[in-house]
């Protein structure tokens, strides 16, 4: 009898544990089953169009990006125009992000994946939030670690959680959020072809002046008022300085009633197209940050005085940071033009 009491209450014990474990095994499928494969933020794809804020914070700080009539814009840079497809692919890659897998439930887990609460100190943790114009949330995440494809298969993952929800989840997808509010910024200024400009005149610092001209498009720069012994160096070297707006790209932008700028130590550049507009750069640096700033004018044609217009609508307003390599071809100097003695 004893024996068989033993084998009842090992069998009840057999049947207890398998329950106990397959109730586990059905919750933590549950848990799976209820998200896998599902996009995070449900309904997002196809409000795309309804977007009119996205606000990011936490790791680095905020950066408030909305659209209103003109397009998009970034709030921490006083409301300069932000890159409206930088935008979008941030927006269209979050609406095509799916869960995958459930991580961890713990709060003290959530730092290995960044994804504890946006703000606690040294945490990385980043909070979205998307509105739409009348500020309805249309999407509210946590996002933490990226995990890159490491097979090629294109399967990027991001570490995610939503806010109030203690599940953490790894996401399929992949989303570009540059770290900095000025990698936000459009970074286009002004974009004048080289093969436009007839004339450049480059007022230095110190007071020299050199101007570069030419009379037709395909006729190459020579210097103005040049010693006649001076032996210049390639024609690309003297074109050079002609190329400078082409493409001018902005590193960061400040309102100019921010950065005044002083009455000495700035450089000077004027560059005169065929057909009438003329623009002109005022360059000095501070604190290793070499500084813009543009206007233009525009004669000989309504064309020079629209295009002109449109410039100053632009640029009249801001500072900009641009690559130190345009900045020294806006101060090119005789010298730098004319070929070293040789034995020097």
Do not use: C
Request: proline content about 5%; hydrophobic content about 40%; cysteine-free.
């Amino acid at each position: 009898m004893q024996k068989k009491g033993l084998i009842v209450l090992l069998v009840a014990a057999v049947i207890v544990a398998a329950a106990a474990i397959f109730l586990w095994l059905g919750g933590t499928r549950s848990v799976a089953e209820a998200g896998s494969g599902q996009p995070i933020l449900a309904g997002l794809a196809g409000k795309i169009g309804d977007v009119a804020s996205l606000k990011i914070s936490g790791a680095g700080g905020t950066v408030t990006l909305q659209r209103q009539a003109p397009g998009w814009s970034v709030g921490e840079k006083g409301g300069y125009p932000a890159d409206p497809t930088r935008i979008r692919q941030a927006l269209l890659g979050f609406a095509e992000l799916k869960l995958v897998e459930p991580k961890t439930r713990s709060a003290d887990s959530y730092g290995r994946l960044d994804v504890e609460d946006p703000g606690k100190p040294g945490g990385h943790a980043r909070l979205i939030e998307i509105a739409d114009a009348g500020g309805g949330k249309l999407g509210e995440l946590i996002v933490g670690k990226r995990r890159p494809d490491r097979l090629g298969s294109g399967a990027d993952g991001l570490y995610i959680r939503r806010p109030g929800d203690a599940q953490s989840w790894l996401a399929q997808g992949s989303v570009d959020l540059p770290a900095e509010t000025k990698d936000w910024l459009d970074k286009k200024i002004v974009s004048i072809a080289p093969t436009r400009i007839a004339t450049v005149t480059l007022t230095h610092a110190d007071g020299s002046t050199l101007v570069l001209k030419r009379d037709k498009e395909d006729a190459k720069f020579t210097v103005q008022d040049a010693p006649a012994e001076s032996k210049f160096k390639a024609d690309a070297a003297i074109a050079e300085p002609a190329g400078a707006l082409d493409g001018l790209e902005l590193t960061d932008v400040r309102a100019v009633a921010e950065l005044a700028f002083p009455s000495v130590g700035v450089s000077r550049a004027a560059w005169l197209t065929f057909d009438g507009v003329t623009i002109t750069a005022e360059t000095f640096e501070k604190d290793g940050t070499n500084w813009l700033r543009l206007k233009a004018s525009g004669s000989d044609s309504d064309k020079a005085t629209e295009e002109a217009a449109a410039i100053n609508a632009r640029a009249a307003n801001w500072a900009y940071a641009v690559y130190p390599y345009k900045v020294n071809a806006m101060k090119t100097k005789l010298a730098d033009l004319v070929e070293a003695p040789k034995g020097s």
